[in-house]
């Protein structure tokens, strides 16, 4: 069975600021993708970023990027030039087939 | 952009009744998928669904629920008689192949 664990359940920035989110798994498979989720208050589920497993290069989206560390199997999610926009709950999921697992979960607050 | 879409987006039950959920998944996916969240709590993997039929559950996926792809667009999932535990966001997502799955806005059911 897959778990995700994400063990900052609160962080904070400012505007502006640089923030990395951490995210560990553990997996059986060869074969995987890892996500981060944005959950904003609407509570609607937003794919932020993606990262297939056989591939060594870090995922970068925008201002999103992540840092792949397959053997360690940590996936850690960095947020640039932090917007007011960008509070919300932050998932780390990981997709073995079929499903997906999540983490708890980190909610991050950005002030300005 | 092609996006899954969810009605209704908030439903009140009594409990014991039956309520049935809808999602409207991206047309050209192949999977389909329900989670829930309690409020608080991580998103839990319901069922997967490919083919026409189950091709995953979960332990929380009892007999009291069910899922159809009643024509070729719509895919519902039916609660039989719920419970007050039951309460929770319910999110549809679909996806092309088994890696990237993509969620609706989600409903948010209240049994009293």
């Known amino acids: 069975a897959q778990t995700v664990t994400q063990s900052q359940p609160e962080m904070s920035v400012q505007e502006a600021e640089t923030v990395t989110l951490s995210c560990t798994y553990d997996t059986s498979e060869n074969n995987y993708y890892l996500f981060w989720y944005k959950q904003p208050p609407s509570r609607q589920m937003i794919l932020v970023i993606r990262q297939e497993a056989y591939k060594q290069q870090n995922a970068t989206e925008n201002r999103f990027s992540v840092n792949f560390q397959k053997a360690a199997k940590s996936f850690s999610l960095k947020i640039s030039d932090s917007q007011l926009g960008d509070t919300a709950m932050y998932f780390c999921?990981?997709?073995?087939?079929?499903?997906?697992?999540f983490g708890k979960g980190t909610m991050l607050l950005v002030s300005p | 952009e092609p996006e899954v879409t969810q009605t209704p987006s908030h439903q009140v039950t009594q409990m014991g009744q039956e309520v049935i959920l809808r999602c409207v998944p991206i047309s050209n996916h192949l999977y389909f998928y329900w989670y829930r969240q309690i409020l608080g709590q991580k998103v839990e993997f319901l069922v997967s669904f490919y083919n026409n039929e189950i091709s995953e559950k979960s332990e929380i996926f009892d007999d009291q629920f069910s899922v159809e792809r009643p024509d070729g667009s719509n895919f519902t999932l039916k609660i039989r008689s719920t419970k007050l535990e039951d309460s929770a966001m319910y999110f549809c997502?679909?996806?092309?192949?088994?890696?990237?799955?993509?969620f609706g806005p989600g409903t948010r059911l209240l049994v009293l």
């Open positions: 997502a679909s996806s092309e192949g088994w890696e990237t799955q993509y």
């Open positions: 999921a990981h997709a073995g087939y079929s499903t997906l697992t």
